[in-house]
């Protein structure tokens, strides 16, 4: 089974601080996505990547960047956290040949105070 | 632009109702559609796609390019059913996927 694992279940970081939410896939996936989860409006995609050091912002990017260096890694980085970045946050991963199935982490709860 | 809308954030039914989540899409290619589930303290998983016309745990979603929907049914519903549910559209060449806003079943005894 593909496993997608992100660092931290529960994150509280203070206003203005620089934030960096980790995730790790251990199938050798191209394809990896960060997604926040918010009530009311599902899922939206911030950014993705095709392959490493490849990235293109999704339909939310502002105020979040990434980093790919490694395939198995997929970095989000809040470059200065603000409240209205409180959110659940899913990492997926998947390959492209996979009948577009992704797998997801088990996400991290950031609390910005 | 691509868009996935499900009218319902909150669904209740009794168990042994059938259960009816409605998706509907807005897309100008060729649409590949499916629904993912998360159950309480799990990850979000998949429950079914399109494309390969399946049946789990009961579900089945048939996709109506008349109606632009992917509406999921299933005949029966079991307390297990309780959970959050996402139709999802893929884009850019399935690339890409666009969720809709979730709808939240709840299965009453």
């Known amino acids: 089974d593909v496993k997608v694992t992100q660092s931290s279940r529960y994150l509280v970081k203070r206003t203005g601080e620089k934030v960096f939410l980790e995730c790790v896939q251990d199938?050798?996936?191209?394809?990896m996505f960060w997604y926040r989860q918010d009530p009311g409006l599902g899922l939206r995609l911030i950014y993705f990547?095709?392959?490493?050091?490849?990235?293109e912002k999704g339909d939310i990017p502002e105020g979040y960047s990434v980093s790919r260096e490694k395939k198995e890694r997929f970095s989000l980085i809040l470059e200065s956290a603000s409240t209205n970045q409180t959110s659940m946050y899913l990492c997926?991963?998947?390959?492209?040949?996979?009948?577009?199935?992704?797998?997801f982490g088990s996400g991290t709860r950031l609390t910005v105070v | 632009a691509q868009r996935v809308t499900q009218p319902e954030k909150l669904l209740s039914v009794f168990k042994g109702a059938p259960v009816e989540l409605k998706c509907n899409y807005s897309?100008?290619?060729?649409?590949?559609l499916f629904w993912y589930v998360q159950y309480s303290r799990q990850r979000l998983q998949l429950l079914l796609r399109h494309i390969s016309r399946e049946s789990i745990k009961g579900f089945t979603a048939d996709l109506n390019k008349g109606e632009t929907s992917f509406h999921l049914k299933k005949p029966f519903a079991q307390e297990e059913d309780s959970a959050m549910y996402y139709c999802?559209?893929?884009?850019?060449?399935?690339?890409?996927?666009?969720f809709g806003q979730g709808t939240r079943l709840t299965i009453n005894p």
């Open positions: 999802a559209l893929a884009i850019q060449g399935a690339q890409k996927l666009v």
């Open positions: 997926a991963s998947r390959s492209p040949g996979d009948n577009y199935g992704y797998t």
């Open positions: 897309y100008s290619g060729s649409p590949e």
């Open positions: 990547s095709y392959d490493v050091k490849m990235k």
């Open positions: 199938m050798d996936h191209e394809n």
